[in-house]
């Protein structure tokens, strides 16, 4: 009985803490699944109000969500929830997962599904974006897929899960690579899983229509916020061996590789430094060539420090070890050591970016890059008009 009441209590409690967050459990329809797992892992009473409420929708997703959670909680009181909820749905003529499907699962953390569920992503392109698949392998056969296109500016753009045979992941992979001449590389699902998370986290703070069934396609392979780890870069390279000598000379040859060969700054980042050029070149005093490539040079070095410090250095730190990885695991290592040696040094948030030669070049083939479009929008400019 006294458990009873002490279940009873956290429920009450659970769904007083949802109400506050605008859900009404009197009217729980299919189109609240995203709501309702959205909250999960971060409170005890609530995540047992989700399971309590998830077994009023009548929905494929909301199944999904509870038999995750049935498997990834720890919690004894929010197991059974989720299974009372999956009992309901199944006399409601929902298709329930046996229980010999999740036994292998049965009261293990989150941590030991790893071997199961796989995670990839794909190397980053010049505005920051990166592919990232979930797959995880189902009773009957085949995989689950959950594939997010992921920005680091603006996070999750969009989002789709599939089941699809492993074979034609691989071809998939393959079609990716033909096209792009961009491997998809095994990473550990748990970053997969977080940089998801975290993208479409980012989306819905900077207010962009992103995918809203997100959070019912994520629940079949984790119904719970992710934990906070290490990169997976430092597990495979030590941030010792990174600063190996004349680094900062060296890694302009990261330019060189064919997934950096499109990457240009942001133009929002480069319009002050692209003003600076135009003033210098329209400027009276008359300049030799010496003192107008040193002007040049001053504009390089002033970007440098300035973009790539604060919130754009952290962005690029990240694009910087998630590149070392890639690096890494496509058979590169001295280029991923350089990589990784970048991303260390914005992440220290110094002033001593004037002198890594990949910034300084970045910035320079940038700052062209804009320079050589104005010109040529200026000729076609010209040329429509007609002179008498």
């Known amino acids: 009985m006294a458990k009873k009441d002490a279940r009873q209590e956290a429920l009450k409690k659970g769904l007083e803490r949802l109400r506050e967050l605008g859900l009404d459990e009197e009217k729980v329809s299919p189109a609240d699944g995203a709501s309702l797992t959205a909250h999960l892992g971060k409170d005890h009473d609530a995540d047992l109000a989700v399971a309590f409420l998830l077994g009023r929708i009548a929905d494929p997703a909301a199944v999904a969500a509870l038999t995750g959670l049935e498997r990834t909680t720890v919690s004894k009181d929010i197991k059974r929830e989720a299974r009372r909820s999956l009992f309901k749905l199944g006399q409601r003529g929902m298709s ?31 505005p920051g974006v990166r592919l990232v698949w979930l797959t995880r392998p189902q009773p009957d056969g085949g995989l689950q897929l959950l594939q997010g296109v992921v920005s680091d500016r603006t996070g999750l753009e969009r989002a789709s899960g599939a089941l699809i045979k492993r074979k034609e992941l691989r071809e998939r992979a393959q079609s990716i690579k033909e096209s792009h001449g961009v491997q998809m590389i095994a990473v550990p699902w748990e970053y997969a899983d977080r940089m998801l998370y975290e993208s479409y986290e980012k989306a819905k703070s900077l207010g962009q229509g992103t995918t809203e069934h997100f959070f019912s396609l994520r629940a079949a392979f984790n119904p719970l916020k992710p934990k906070t780890a290490p990169h ?4 495979r390279l030590s941030p010792d061996s990174a600063f190996a000598d004349a680094w900062r000379e060296r890694s302009r040859r990261l330019l060189d590789e064919p997934e950096f060969r499109f990457w240009i700054l942001d133009e929002d980042w480069m319009k002050l430094y692209l003003e600076r050029v135009e003033q210098a070149r329209e400027s009276r005093l008359v300049l030799n060539e010496a003192q107008k490539e040193e002007r040049f040079s001053a504009i390089v070095r002033d970007g440098a420090r300035e973009i790539f410090a604060g919130e754009t250095g952290r962005i690029f730190a990240r694009r910087m070890e998630d590149m070392a990885l890639y690096l890494l695991e496509t058979g590169r290592e001295e280029s991923a050591r350089l990589a990784l040696s970048v991303a260390l040094q914005l992440a220290r948030v110094e002033t001593g970016f004037l002198d890594i030669s990949f910034l300084t070049g970045l910035m320079q083939k940038s700052l062209a890059f804009y320079l050589s479009q104005a010109k040529e929008k200026a000729a076609e400019e010209t040329s429509f008009i007609v002179k008498p």
């Open 232 to 235: 997976p870069i430092y597990g």
């Open 96 to 126: 329930i997962p046996r229980a010999g499907d999740a036994g292998a699962a049965k009261q293990q953390p989150i941590f030991k599904l790893g071997p199961e569920i796989e995670g990839y992503i794909s190397s980053v392109d010049g």
